[in-house]
Nanobody
Framework: QVQLVESGGGLVQPGGSLRLSCVASGFTFSFYTMGWYRQAPGERRELVAYEDSVKGRFTISRDNAKNTVYLLMNNVKPEDTAIYYC??????????WGQGIQVTVSS
C-alpha cells in the first residue's frame, strides 16, 4: 500500500522557519522524483518545487535511506499559508499524493 505521510506543519509566526517531512512507503522511493505542492484557500494547487532544489525561501531535499523528503521554509510570510502536499512522480507518469498538512503563518 502506497503511503506518503506529511508531518511538521502547524502555526508559525511571520519571519520564522518550518520544516515539513514526508515519509514514503509502498513503492521504490529512489525511482521517484519527489516534490511539494501547496493549495491556499480558494486557490488552485501549485507547485512549490521538486527535489534537491532551492526556490527562493524554500529548500527541498531528500534522504533515500529514510525514504523521506523535506521542505525547509525560511522567512515565512502570511501568503505561505496553505495545505502542503507531498508528491511522488515516476518516469512513467505515475503520481502519488500525501493527504496534505496545514501550514498557517500568523502572528
Amino acid at each position: 500500500q502506497v503511503q506518503l505521510v506529511e508531518s511538521g506543519g502547524g502555526l508559525v509566526q511571520p519571519g520564522g522557519s518550518l520544516r515539513l517531512s514526508c515519509v514514503a512507503s509502498g513503492f521504490t522511493f529512489s525511482f521517484y522524483t519527489m516534490g511539494w505542492y501547496r493549495q491556499a484557500p480558494g486557490e488552485r494547487r501549485e507547485l512549490v518545487a521538486y527535489e534537491d532544489s532551492v526556490k527562493g525561501r524554500f529548500t527541498i531535499s531528500r534522504d533515500n535511506a529514510k525514504n523521506t523528503v523535506y521542505l525547509l521554509m525560511n522567512n515565512v510570510k502570511p501568503e505561505d499559508t496553505a495545505i502542503y502536499y507531498c508528491n511522488a512522480k515516476s518516469p512513467f507518469g505515475i503520481n502519488y499524493w500525501g493527504q496534505g498538512i496545514q501550514v498557517t503563518v500568523s502572528s
